[in-house]
């Protein structure tokens, strides 16, 4: 539908939200309140398949209550995603130095190895291990902030309630593996190898692990 005017949205929110029963109704509140909570919706999660396909079917009247108030509604449908985009300059998310530097690498990993892959739809995949040798070898973090198991694992926490990568949290071990989600290249948007490499090189030297960096 794209981005719509309020009154526009304001009209197509009103014809088609009185149509709905009282259970649509139910369901289209509990819907928005997921989008604004997660942001991401993956259909091909578990816990999102329905939530993906009752979005796809009630999509315009959601879409219009976003515009109301700032959001585009966005659709990967190869990927099976939905989320949602401030069209204002609101909402900024507050990460760490340490998160937002695991973003890019990930992001670079996931280019990576989506070349890599012949199926499109196998999952992308990289070890622990493989994740903390990246983050020690960019330089970027300082000899006193070397990256140890329980950093590693806070930050990567965050990425996966945001639904950025899955991972056993229960059952962190090196020699596990961290699952990259293809929403990532909606947070990193970059897919041209160099541009990340020097999104990385403008951290080194950066403040501390601890810094907050301000992303959308």
């Not at 990930?106 to 739809?121: A, G, H, P, T």
């Not at 596990?176 to 897919?191: A, G």
């Amino acid at each position: 539908m794209g981005k719509m005017t309020r009154n526009t949205a304001l009209d197509e929110f009103y014809n088609q939200y009185n149509v709905l029963s009282d259970t649509k109704k139910d369901r289209f509140a509990k819907l928005c309140d997921k989008l604004l909570d997660d942001n991401f919706i993956y259909g091909q999660l578990s816990n999102d398949k329905d939530d993906y396909y009752a979005i796809l079917e009630s999509r315009d009247v959601i879409e219009a209550y976003f515009s109301l108030i700032d959001f585009q509604l966005n659709h990967d449908d190869i990927n099976k995603i939905f989320f949602l985009k401030s069209s204002a300059d609101r909402n900024r998310v507050r990460l760490k130095k340490m998160e937002t530097v695991l973003l890019i690498l990930l992001r670079r990993f996931y280019y990576i190895k989506n070349k890599e892959c012949v199926d499109s739809n196998t999952n992308i995949s990289i070890a622990f291990d493989e994740l903390i040798d990246s983050l020690n070898q960019s330089g970027i973090f300082k000899d006193k902030d070397r990256i140890v198991k329980t950093q590693l694992l806070e930050s990567m926490k965050t990425l996966k309630r945001f639904k950025i990568i899955n991972f056993d949290v229960n059952n962190f071990e090196i020699n596990n593996v961290v699952e990259i989600f293809p929403t990532i290249v909606f947070v990193v948007q970059p897919n041209d190898i160099e541009s990340l490499n020097g999104k990385l090189k403008a951290y080194i030297g950066k403040g501390d692990l601890d810094d907050e960096i301000d992303e959308d």
